[in-house]
Structure formats: C-alpha cells, structure tokens
C-alpha cells in the first residue's frame, strides 16, 4: 500500500485549456509549462494560521480528530481559504475549533514547516484574547481545554506549535519573575525538548527532537 507522505500530486493538464502540460527549464528550475496557452504552473506552499490564546494567565489547546497527529494537542489552526485574509482566517479557525470568539492581539511568529505529507507550508501564529462565544470542541477538535505552564500534555503536534509553546512558557516566567522582582524561576516542564534554527524568513523552525 503506497503511503500518503509517498505521494506526491502533479499538475498533469492545464487548468486552462486542458492540454497536457510538459516540463521546461524557466526561473531557475524544471517547471510544469503548458505548450498550448503558456500557463506556467508553480508549485506554492500551503498558508495556515494559528492563534495563541490566552486567558488567566493560560493558553488554549485543542485535541486532533484527525490525521496528521490525531489524538494529540496543538493550538487551534487551519488553512487559509483563498478568499480570506490570515486574520480572518485565524478567527474562523479558532471559532470552528473551540467556539469561542477571539480578538487578535498581534503577531507571534511565521513559521516555515516541510513535515506534512500534504506538502509544505508557512504557519502564521497569532495572539489573541477572548472576547466571547462558549468553550466546546468542534471541527476537526475533540477536545479543547486551557493549559497552565506546567500543565502542558506531553503530545503536543508539530514543531511549530512547540516552540510557540515555549516562547509563551519563558514569557509567563519573566512576567512571573518580574512581579516577584526576587528569587528564581520555577523551571520550565520537561514535557517536550525543541531546538530551533533561524529560517529564511527571519523567523523561527523548529527540529523535532521528542523525549524518549
């Protein structure tokens, strides 16, 4: 049986005229190039949104339905439909998710990830606060709950959700030290290890190391 993450989908016919298309050399690669109109295709990555939402002094998090990662956690996200800005698709997502209505609050982080084997893409994560709605799974989400610090699960899906979640982690520790303005913090959970890398985008990627 052939995997999902083996496959990968070809442009075959252009979506214009229906001729089939051919491979040509054109801006510095081999390209899907239809000889009847000229239709150049070229192969995009999937925009995503997340938001990082935060309540008394905890983020919400929600469980998988489904593949990739079904049964674990990660922060309310989605694609961004072609009609729709990422903030609106941030807020949809959220609503559909979890069904609770959130405020954006400003930018986390652009995240650039190539583990999914519906192909690669960028994940744009959001802060935000809830304005309303009432607290219940939904979509593709089993179950959403609110985390502390400490409390995070240990199964949290994708990189890119775990190093939000640490970032978040070390800024409730500095707020928490700042407040207290002696003594040290209380360490961060072992619940997962991430190791980042700067990307191309001047924002962070994170390499899966999980613990054992």
Not at 27 to 42: E, M, S
Not at 187 to 196: G, Q, T
Request: aromatic share 10%; net charge negative; charged share 30%.
């Amino acid at each position: 049986m052939v995997k999902p993450e083996d496959v990968i989908l070809e442009m075959n016919y252009c979506p214009r005229c229906a001729h089939p298309l051919t491979d040509r050399f054109l801006f510095g690669r081999t390209r899907r190039v239809c000889p009847g109109c000229g239709f150049i295709f070229f192969r995009d990555h999937k925009v995503a949104t997340g938001v990082l939402v935060e309540q008394d002094g905890k983020v919400l998090l929600v469980r998988r339905a489904v593949d990739p990662k079904q049964g674990w956690w990660c922060i309310p996200s989605g694609f961004v439909e072609y009609d729709e800005a990422p903030e609106e698709a941030a807020i949809r997502e959220c609503k559909e998710e979890t069904g609770l209505d959130v405020r954006l609050i400003g930018l986390l982080d652009v995240y650039h990830y190539q583990s999914d084997f519906r192909g690669s893409g960028i994940l744009i994560v959001y802060r935000a606060e809830v304005v309303g709605g009432e607290l219940r799974p939904g979509d593709d989400a089993s179950e959403a709950r609110f985390f502390g610090p400490a409390e995070l699960p240990q199964e949290i899906a994708f990189a890119s959700n775990r190093e939000a979640l640490r970032r978040w982690q070390q800024q409730v520790q500095t707020q928490e030290v700042s407040r207290a303005r002696s003594g040290s913090p209380d360490p961060l959970p072992n619940c997962w290890i991430a190791r980042s890398s700067r990307s191309e985008f001047g924002s962070t990627e994170s390499q899966e190391i999980d613990q054992a």
